[in-house]
Nanobody, 119 residues
């Protein structure tokens, strides 16, 4: 069955960085567009960033305005792994972070999440 397993979250101070990872199994990872989404306590799920199955060097990945310039999404298809580099973290970035296949808004296509707390 399909599994997406996130890791790399933690408790950090404002301005610090984290690198999240998501290892996929049970799917042909290289054929799937992927996203990172997050959910803060009491708020709806927010799309953060997306990356196509075969990223282009000539087309930047899309990001939510709230993270543009601070977060970087990438993938290693040989390792079935999706990454999210978080820099210049703010308290507003505190949330559970999930990797997701398409469609990202479907909870059934997300992993269990990794908690990021900025305080």
């Amino acid at each position: 069955h399909v599994q997406l397993v996130e890791s790399g979250g933690g408790l950090v101070q404002p301005g610090e960085s984290l690198r999240l990872s998501c290892v996929a199994s049970g799917i042909t990872f290289s054929r799937h567009d992927m996203s990172w989404v997050r959910q803060a306590p009491g708020k709806e799920v927010e799309w953060v960033a997306g990356i196509t199955s075969l990223p282009s060097l000539f087309r930047a990945a899309p990001y939510a305005d709230s993270v543009k310039g601070r977060f970087t999404i990438s993938r290693d298809n040989a390792k079935n792994t999706l990454y999210l580099q978080l820099t210049s973290l703010k308290t507003d970035d505190t949330a559970m972070y999930y990797c997701a296949r398409s469609p990202w808004y479907d909870p059934a296509v997300r992993g269990q999440g990794t908690q990021v707390t900025v305080s």
